[in-house]
C-alpha cells in the first residue's frame, strides 16, 4: 500500500466504532455498522447499473437518509459524485447536466425529463436487503471525488473538481482546529448541494460523530431536535442565525460550536448571538478550498470581528500589486494554498490558470492579515465600487443598513456616473415602511460620504444562493428590469 491510499473511511468507522449514532432523522436511526452495511449492499446495486471506478452520478434530491447512503456508495465505488440543486430551473439543471455528463441522475425524472439515464431514490431502495455486500476498499486520495457547482454569484457556475484527499485533510484540519469529542453531535440542515452541507457528511464519518438530519431548514424542527438530543455542533448560514434568533426560544446547554458562513453576517446578528451567550464562530471558506479557508476559536469571537486564523496547515497570505505578502494591514486578494485546495475546473484549463498565481488560488476576495495573523475579508474583488478612484465595498455598506432596526436585507449595486464613474445604490427589504429621509439620515450617521448610497430602492426580497451569498448579477438584472421601487 502507498501513502496515497488509505481504507474505505466509512467501513474503518464500523470497525472502530460500530454501536455509536452514525444518523438520525428523529425517526429512524442507523449506528455506523448499520450504515456501513447498508451502503455496502448500495454499492454492489449501484455497480451493477454500471457505476464504477470514475463514473459521474448526478444527486437530484433533498436531504435524506437514504441519500446520505448513497453518497457513502459512490466514494466505495471511487465515482464521481455531482450534487445539484433540485430547485433550481430546469434550464439550468440541464446547462450544469450537459456539462457534467453524469452516467445516471439520482433524482425524480420529472425535474430533468430531457435526460434519460435517471433512477429515483426508491427504486434504488427496493428490496436492498437482498443483495449482497460489497468488499471494503480503498481510497485514493489522489483520485477525484467531487464535482461540485460553484454557486455563481457572479456570472456562470462552474465545476470544481475535489479530490478524496482534498475532503480528507479538509475534515482532519477541521477537527485539529475545532476540535472533535467522542460525545459530538451534529444538527445538519445545509443543503447537501453545496460545500458546507456535503463536507459535514464526510467530517462526521472520519472523526466518528453524529447526524442529526433536517431535510431542509425550518426554524421550528430545529428547535424540537434539539430539545430532543444533545446536540453539540451546527453549522449555519446568516439568514438561519436570524430566524433562530428571532424565535426567541432558548437554545440547549450542549452547544459548544455554530460555525457562521456562507456570507458576511451583519455585527448587530454577531452581537444578539453574543449577548444570548451563544458559541458562534465566524468561518470562511470557498467550494474550491474544500470548505473552511479560516474559522474563529469560540473565545476569539467575542474580541475580533474576523474570520479567525487559517486552519492548519493551509496558507493564507495577500496577493498586493504582484506580489504575495504576509505583511500586516497590506490589503489586497487573499490567496490560500494546502491540501484543501482544489484540482480545478472541469473542462475549463482556462479559467483553471487563470484562479492560480503560481501555487496560490485566488479567492477572489478583497481583505487582509493583521499583526496577529487573523485574516479580515472585506468584500469580492469584483463587487468594489470605484467612486472617483476610491474603493467602496458594498458589503460595508449593505452592514451598516442592516443595524438598522427596520433593515431585514440590503444588496449595493454599483451605477454608472459621468462624474464619479461609479456610485453606489441599495436596495432594502424592510420590516416597516422606510422613508428617504430616513434612510439619508442613517446613510449620514453610519458612513462616509464617499460611501453613501446616491439611491434607495424598496425591494420585497433579494436573490441570494442556497449558502446566503447575494447574487449581484441576477440582483443587478432585476434592478435593471425595473423589479424595485424607488425610495422617494
Known amino acids: 500500500m502507498v501513502m496515497n491510499l488509505i481504507p474505505d473511511w466509512l467501513s474503518m468507522r464500523a470497525q472502530l466504532t460500530p454501536d455509536r449514532l452514525a444518523l438520525t432523522n428523529g425517526q429512524e436511526l442507523w449506528t455506523f455498522l448499520q450504515l456501513d452495511q447498508l451502503v455496502r449492499r448500495l454499492t454492489t446495486r449501484l455497480s451493477r447499473l454500471g457505476i464504477n471506478d470514475g463514473s459521474r452520478v448526478a444527486i437530484l434530491a433533498e436531504s435524506s437518509m437514504p441519500i446520505v447512503a448513497v453518497i457513502h456508495a459512490l466514494t466505495k465505488l471511487h465515482a464521481i459524485l455531482v450534487p445539484l440543486n433540485p430547485r433550481l430551473m430546469l434550464t439550468d439543471l440541464e446547462t450544469m447536466l450537459n456539462d457534467a455528463e453524469p452516467a445516471v441522475v439520482i433524482g425524480p425524472s420529472s425535474k430533468v425529463p430531457s435526460f434519460s439515464h435517471t433512477i429515483t431514490i426508491e427504486e434504488l431502495w427496493d428490496r436492498l436487503d437482498e443483495e449482497s455486500l460489497a468488499d471494503p476498499s480503498f481510497i485514493n486520495l489522489d483520485q477525484i471525488q467531487c464535482l461540485m457547482y460553484t454557486s455563481g454569484t457572479t456570472g456562470q457556475p462552474k465545476g470544481a473538481l475535489l479530490s478524496y484527499g482534498n475532503i480528507f485533510y479538509s475534515a482532519s484540519f477541521s477537527a485539529i482546529h475545532n476540535g472533535t469529542l467522542a460525545s459530538d453531535l451534529w444538527l445538519h440542515m445545509m443543503p447537501l448541494y453545496h460545500i458546507g452541507g456535503l463536507s459535514i457528511i464526510f467530517r462526521s464519518v472520519i472523526t466518528g460523530n453524529g447526524i442529526v438530519l433536517l431535510p431542509r431548514f425550518d426554524t421550528d424542527e430545529v428547535f424540537e431536535m434539539m430539545s430532543r438530543y444533545p446536540i453539540s455542533l451546527m453549522s449555519l448560514v446568516p439568514t438561519m442565525l436570524y430566524r433562530l434568533l428571532s424565535a426567541n426560544k432558548p437554545f440547549p446547554t450542549s452547544l459548544r460550536l455554530i460555525l457562521l458562513g456562507g456570507a458576511p453576517p451583519a455585527p448587530t446578528l454577531i452581537d444578539e448571538a453574543l449577548t444570548r451567550q451563544l458559541p458562534v464562530v465566524q468561518t470562511y471558506g470557498l467550494t474550491e478550498t474544500s470548505s473552511q479557508i479560516a474559522t474563529q476559536l469560540v473565545h476569539e469571537s467575542r474580541i475580533h470581528k474576523n474570520a479567525g486564523h487559517a486552519i492548519y496547515p493551509t496558507d493564507v497570505a495577500i496577493l498586493s500589486h504582484y506580489y504575495v505578502t504576509h505583511k500586516p494591514h497590506q490589503t489586497g486578494e487573499i490567496v490560500v ?113 464617499i460611501k453613501r448610497p446616491v439611491k434607495y430602492y424598496h425591494a420585497k426580497t433579494l436573490p441570494r444562493t442556497a449558502s446566503g451569498k447575494l447574487r449581484r448579477v441576477e440582483l443587478r438584472q432585476m434592478w435593471q428590469n425595473g423589479a424595485f421601487h424607488e425610495i422617494l
Not at 494546502?338 to 475546473?345: A, C, K, L, R, S
Not at 483553471?352 to 498565481?357: M, P
Not at 503560481?358 to 465600487?385: A, M, P
Request: charged share 20%.
Open 337 to 449: 494554498k494546502g491540501p484543501t485546495v482544489f484540482q480545478g475546473y472541469w473542462h475549463d484549463p482556462d479559467q483553471t490558470k487563470a484562479v492560480f498565481w503560481q501555487d496560490w488560488l485566488k479567492t477572489g476576495d478583497v481583505g487582509f492579515l493583521d499583526e496577529n495573523g487573523y485574516i479580515h475579508v472585506i468584500d469580492r474583488q469584483k463587487d468594489l465600487i470605484i467612486r472617483g478612484g476610491e474603493n467602496i465595498s458594498p458589503t460595508e455598506i449593505e452592514r451598516a443598513f442592516l443595524a438598522h432596526p427596520k433593515v431585514s436585507d440590503a444588496g449595493v449595486l454599483a451605477m454608472e456616473d459621468a462624474e464619479w464613474g461609479q456610485v453606489p445604490l441599495i436596495m432594502l427589504v424592510t420590516t416597516a415602511p422606510i422613508t428617504l429621509a430616513e434612510c439619508i439620515t442613517w446613510a449620514q450617521t453610519h458612513l462616509s460620504a
